[in-house]
């Protein structure tokens, strides 16, 4: 049960790249309009700029390719698995990837709260 890797890692990441460049475009649009309206300055928008912490982007993608990458193990040695029409793959996997998102979301609460006190 091999799959074609490059036909299924080539469309994403196609699709991935224009979703980004599409992104950094629109938000390239948007501080030039927000500029030129005069509602805010470009010191305001370097400021904008630090607020969305990179850091914090970084450990939920380095959780989520964790836990999926774990989940993946697991799957390995799981006979049952290996099933052709079986959906325990996927219960796992989502399993895995659910926790990573929850780890997540309680890092990000605690540190919300510390900086709130």
Same mark, same amino acid.
């Given at each position: %049960? %091999?799959?074609?890797?490059?036909?299924i890692?080539?469309?994403?990441? &196609? &699709?991935?790249?224009? =979703?980004?460049? *599409?992104?950094?475009?629109?938000?390239?649009?948007?501080?030039?309009?927000?500029?030129? #309206?005069?509602?805010? /300055?470009?010191? #305001?928008?370097?400021?904008?700029?630090?607020?969305?912490?990179?850091?914090?982007?970084?450990?939920?993608? /380095?959780?989520?390719?964790? &836990?999926?990458?774990?989940?993946?193990?697991?799957?390995?040695?799981i006979?049952?698995?290996?099933?052709? @029409?079986?959906?325990?793959? =996927? /219960? *796992?996997?989502?399993?895995?990837?659910?926790?990573?998102?929850?780890?997540?979301? *309680?890092?990000?609460?605690?540190?919300?709260? @510390?900086?709130?006190?």
């Amino acid at each position: %049960m %091999m799959f074609d890797l490059a036909g299924i890692l080539v469309p994403i990441g &196609f &699709f991935a790249t224009v =979703f980004l460049l *599409v992104r950094i475009i629109f938000d390239f649009i948007l501080k030039n309009r927000l500029i030129n #309206s005069g509602q805010i /300055g470009a010191e #305001s928008l370097k400021l904008l700029n630090h607020v969305s912490d990179s850091k914090l982007a970084s450990l939920k993608w /380095g959780l989520l390719l964790f &836990f999926s990458g774990a989940g993946l193990i697991v799957l390995d040695f799981i006979p049952e698995a290996t099933l052709r @029409n079986s959906p325990l793959p =996927f /219960g *796992v996997e989502l399993v895995f990837i659910a926790v990573g998102f929850l780890l997540y979301y *309680v890092i990000i609460r605690n540190q919300k709260s @510390n900086t709130k006190i």
